[in-house]
């Protein structure tokens, strides 16, 4: 079962801890063994995600490979978070909300203006490219990526949408760093569909070395 939310502690020394607003990016190298928690203090906030090799980012998450191996849609607890190069860059170790998507990809503002009629908008591809330029990275290294807290059901015929958020108040997930990797957040400005419940709140994000 799941976990229930509100997590403990962490059990180790705390090396950052930070509330990113409504909309906003986080970025920051995440050491071999460190833990970084997310923690969607408000419940139904999409977190965006990518993550790189931080010493050679071409090694990058590959969500196709990510599926293959866990076997499912949705990451969650034990699920491992892989590379294009068949390594494993982050273990999901706890995870109290069970449902984080795989296929849905980022908000841009052309997807916006496409879906929505609107432009400009703020966005998390916009978000990803701030997270990214100061390790030297661009366009050309946003990929697929994971968005926890996000639900996208898949129905038997092929169906698929964004639908309401599961995640509760409180709900977060832990991913230990199998190697030392450039994590990249964009907490999800959208507004035009379910994800972030038509109400932008923040999330936290706390790294920390576990004794
Ligand atoms: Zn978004």
Redesign the pocket.
């Known amino acids: 079962m799941n976990q229930p939310p509100n997590p403990s502690a962490p059990d180790g020394a705390i090396l950052h801890d930070e509330i990113v607003g409504p909309g906003k990016p986080w970025s920051r190298v995440i050491r071999t063994g460190e833990v970084l928690r997310l923690v969607d203090l408000e419940g139904t906030q999409?977190v965006?995600f990518l993550c790189y090799n931080a010493d050679n980012p071409v090694e990058r998450y590959n969500a196709g490979d990510t599926m293959k191996v866990s076997g499912k849609l949705f990451l969650t607890k034990d699920t491992r978070i892989m590379s294009g190069l068949g390594r494993v860059m982050f273990t999901v170790i706890a995870d109290s909300c069970g449902f984080h998507d795989t296929i849905a990809g980022?908000?841009s503002g052309e997807s916006n203006r496409l879906r929505y009629g609107l432009w400009p908008t703020p966005?998390?591809?916009d978000?990803f490219l701030e997270g990214l330029k100061p390790f030297g990275l661009g366009m050309r290294d946003i990929v697929a990526n994971i968005?926890f807290f996000m639900y996208v059901p898949v129905g038997a015929d092929g169906a698929m949408a964004i639908a309401d958020g599961k995640s509760k108040a409180g709900d977060y997930v832990d991913l230990r760093a199998e190697m030392d990797v450039l994590a990249v957040v964009?907490n999800?400005?959208?507004m035009n569909n379910p994800?972030?419940g038509y109400n932008l709140t923040p999330i936290r994000a706390t790294v920390w070395r576990p004794n």
């Open positions: 999409a965006d980022c908000c966005n998390c591809r978000n968005n964009s999800c400005p959208q994800a972030n």
